[in-house]
C-alpha cells in the first residue's frame, strides 16, 4: 500500500511543547514566532523533517500557519480545514483563526505592543513573505529578527531530511530534452535582465533536468536547487545529494550541469554572486538566500520563476501521456465503482474502499502495460458526515462504514510515469436523502457550466469561478474551495501558476491541464465533489461568432452518479452534455472490461 491509515497527529502533549517553544523564545530575546506549513523550498507536501506546525499544533493539514507569542497562540486554517483543525488541535493553548478573512500579518499586527519583536526562520519565510512582515513590524513600532528555530532546538527526535533515490525521467515521457528546456529558460532569463536564475522549487527543478526523486510523499520529487546561468557556455550547478543517483543517472547529468552538495548552496552562493544578478522567485525563494546573494555583493531580479509557467504548458508528448494516464485511471476507476455498487450497504468502511481503488490502479496498469508508480495523494474517502470534511483523511480511529441511504466521496489519483491524475466522484449507497440530490444536481450544473466554458484568449480562472457557483448561489449555497487546480505530468497534483478560484489570476492558456471541482458539503451529515482534470484547448472558431475562443477538453473518464441527479433541474444542453459525456466514457472505456463490469457501465452511462 502506498498510503498509510496510521494517525498523523504528532504524539505529545501540544500545551507542553508550546511551552518549550515558548522558553526557547523568551532565551533568543523575541516576543512572537512565525511558524509557516513550510520547508526550504516552499513545498505543499512536506517531508517529516518539515512538519513543525503539525509537531507542534497537531494540525496535520497541507496549508496553515501560527503565530506564537509569550501568553497567545494563534493556528490559521482556511476554509478546508476548519472543521479538521477543530478535531486535531488543542483549542485551549491554540486560538484557531480565518487563514484568508484574518490572515496573520493582519491579525497579529492587532494583539501587537510597542517595541516587541517578531522572530521567524529565514528558511521558511520567502523573500516577499519576509518584507511584508517587516513593513507591518515597522509600521507597528516593533521588529522582524531572524533566529534559529526554536522548535528544531525542543524537537528531540525530529527526522533527518530524506535521502531517497532520485532518476533521470526518460525524454519519451517529458516530450523535450534538457538541452531544450535550458535553452527556454535561458531566453526567460535574459529577458528579465539577470544573469542567472536561483531555482529552489524542486518541481522546477524536476522539470528543467528531466529528474524525478521520492522525497516528498506521493510526489516525484527529490530536494534540490539549482543555478542556471543566462550564457549557454556556463553549465548549470544542481545542488542535491550525490547518493541519491545512481551511476548512469548521475553521469546522464553531467553531461550538462555541474553537481554540488545540497547543504552546500549558502557556501557556494557566497563565493560566486558577487557582481552578478541573480533571478529570484520573491513568493518561492527563501529570505535566508536572498540575504546570502546580498551580503555577497550580488543583486536581485525579482520575477516569477519563468520555469512554473514553461511546465504548466503541456507539450504534445505529455498531452498524449496524459490521455493515456487518464484511459487506464478510468478504467480503474469504473472497476471499483462497479465492485462498489456490488457490495451490501454497510458492509464496507472507508479503508477498504480506498485499498480497493488503489489495488485496482495497480491491478489496471499492470494490465494495460504500465505501472502506477504512487497515488497522487492520500486518498480521501469520506463516508456519510466524512464526506463534509473537504480535506478528509481516512485512519484507523476515524474509519467509518458505507452506510444505507447515505453519501460517499472518494478523491483520489494516481502518479503514473506518463501522467498524473486526480478524480472525485460521490456516489450513492442505497438510497441517498432527497435533499443530498437535489444539491447533487446544483454541484453537477456548476461542473457542466465549467467544462462547455468557452471564453477568449486572456480568460483567467477568477474569470470562470462564478460559473461554477452560480447554480448554488442561486439557492442560497456555496463551497469554501477553489473549484480547479493545476495538474503536473508525473510532478505535483497541486501546480501553478493557473487555477480557478476566487485568487485565480493567471491567464489561462492552451495545453495547460487544471482541475473542475465544485462542491457543496453540510457539515455533519454529507459532502458533495464531482472532479474531472480539464485540458485548456486553442482558440477555435464558433458559427456565428467573430471572435476565436478557446475551451476545454475533459480528460477523466469516469461515470457521474446518475442516481444524484435530477434530470428535471438540469438545462437540455446540460442533459446533454452530460450524456455525451457519458457515451464517450462508455465507449472508451467498455472494451477493458469484463462483462459483469462492463454491464454496470452500460448502466452507469445510460442515456437520461
Avoid at 496549508?63 to 477543530?86: C, N, S
Avoid at 521567524?120 to 513590524?137: H, N, V
Avoid at 535550458?182 to 544573469?195: H, P, T
Avoid at 508508480?373 to 456519510?384: K, L, N, P, Q, V
Wanted: aromatic share 8%.
Amino acid at each position: 500500500m502506498f498510503q498509510s491509515f496510521d494517525e498523523k497527529n504528532m504524539d505529545g502533549d501540544a500545551a507542553s511543547r508550546l511551552g518549550a517553544v515558548r522558553s526557547a523564545l523568551q532565551e533568543a530575546g523575541v516576543d512572537w514566532f512565525l511558524v509557516p506549513h513550510a520547508d526550504a523550498h516552499q513545498n505543499e507536501y512536506l517531508p517529516e523533517r518539515g512538519e513543525r506546525l503539525a509537531w507542534l499544533t497537531g494540525f496535520t493539514g497541507s496549508a496553515g500557519f501560527a503565530v506564537i507569542g509569550r501568553e497567545k497562540a494563534f493556528l490559521y486554517v482556511d476554509g478546508r480545514y476548519t472543521i479538521q483543525a477543530r478535531q486535531q488541535t488543542n483549542q485551549e493553548a491554540f486560538e484557531i483563526c480565518d487563514l484568508v478573512a484574518n490572515p496573520p500579518i493582519k491579525h497579529l499586527k492587532a494583539h501587537l505592543k510597542e517595541n516587541e519583536k517578531i522572530g521567524f526562520d529565514a528558511w521558511l519565510l520567502t523573500i516577499g513573505q519576509e518584507r511584508r512582515w517587516q513593513d507591518m513590524a515597522e509600521a507597528a513600532s516593533c521588529s522582524l529578527v531572524a533566529i534559529d528555530n526554536p522548535i528544531d532546538a525542543v524537537w528531540q527526535d525530529q527526522p533527518k531530511l530524506p535521502c531517497e533515490k532520485a532518476w533521470c525521467h526518460p525524454v519519451e515521457y517529458a516530450g523535450n530534452s534538457v538541452d531544450t528546456k535550458l535553452a527556454l529558460i535561458r531566453s526567460r532569463i535574459k529577458e528579465a535582465g539577470a544573469d542567472c536564475l536561483l531555482i529552489t522549487d524542486p518541481a522546477a527543478v524536476a522539470w528543467a533536468f528531466n529528474l524525478r526523486g521520492s522525497d516528498v510523499v506521493h510526489n516525484p520529487l527529490a530536494l534540490a536547487f539549482a543555478v542556471i546561468p543566462s550564457d549557454s557556455a556556463k553549465s548549470p550547478v544542481l545542488f542535491i545529494d550525490a547518493a541519491k543517483l545512481g551511476v548512469d543517472d548521475r553521469t546522464t547529468l553531467e553531461k550538462t550541469l555541474e553537481i554540488q552538495p545540497y547543504e552546500s548552496l549558502i557556501g557556494w552562493l557566497s563565493g560566486n554572486a558577487e557582481n552578478i544578478w541573480f533571478g529570484v522567485d520573491p513568493v518561492q525563494v527563501a529570505s535566508s538566500l536572498g540575504a546570502a546573494i546580498r551580503d555577497a555583493g550580488g543583486t536581485l531580479v525579482e520575477k516569477p520563476d519563468p520555469v512554473t509557467r514553461l511546465r504548466a504548458i503541456k507539450n504534445e508528448m505529455e498531452i498524449h501521456g496524459s490521455r493515456a494516464a487518464h484511459l487506464r485511471d478510468g478504467v480503474a476507476m469504473a472497476r471499483f465503482l462497479a465492485w462498489l455498487d456490488r457490495q451490501q450497504a454497510g458492509s464496507v468502511d472507508e479503508i477498504t474502499a480506498a485499498r480497493k481503488l488503489e489495488e485496482m490502479r495497480k491491478l489496471t496498469a499492470k494490465e494495460m502495460g504500465s505501472e502506477l508508480r504512487e497515488i497522487a495523494f492520500d486518498t480521501i474517502s469520506g463516508a456519510g458526515a466524512n464526506g463534509a470534511i473537504v480535506h478528509y483523511r481516512v485512519t484507523n480511529k476515524t474509519n467509518r462504514t458505507l452506510e444505507p441511504d447515505s453519501l460517499y466521496l472518494v478523491d483520489s489519483g494516481g502518479q503514473y510515469v506518463d501522467g498524473t491524475t486526480d478524480i472525485t466522484r460521490t456516489v450513492a449507497i442505497g438510497t441517498p436523502p432527497a435533499e443530498a440530490v437535489e444539491d447533487a444536481t446544483l454541484v453537477l450544473k456548476g461542473h457542466i457550466s465549467i467544462a462547455m466554458a468557452r471564453f477568449p484568449a486572456g480568460t483567467r480562472g477568477i474569470d470562470l469561478d462564478p460559473l461554477a457557483r452560480i447554480a448554488l448561489w442561486r439557492a442560497g449555497k456555496d463551497y469554501s474551495h477553489g473549484t480547479g487546480h493545476g495538474v503536473g505530468s508525473y510532478l505535483n497534483v497541486h501546480e501553478g501558476p493557473q487555477s480557478i478560484s476566487r485568487r485565480g489570476m493567471a491567464v489561462l492558456e492552451p495545453g495547460m491541464i487544471i482541475s473542475n471541482e465544485p462542491g457543496y458539503y453540510r457539515e455533519g451529515a454529507y459532502g458533495i465533489r464531482i472532479e474531472n482534470l480539464l485540458l485548456v484547448t486553442g482558440a477555435e472558431a464558433i458559427s456565428g461568432g467573430d471572435q476565436l475562443m478557446l475551451g476545454f477538453e475533459t480528460l477523466t473518464l469516469c461515470p457521474i452518479d446518475l442516481l444524484l441527479v435530477k434530470p428535471e433541474k438540469l438545462t437540455m444542453e446540460e442533459r446533454d452534455w452530460l450524456n455525451a459525456y457519458h457515451q464517450r466514457v462508455h465507449d472508451s472505456l467498455a472494451l477493458h472490461l469484463n462483462d459483469e463490469d462492463r454491464s454496470w457501465l452500460e448502466r452507469a452511462t445510460r442515456a437520461i
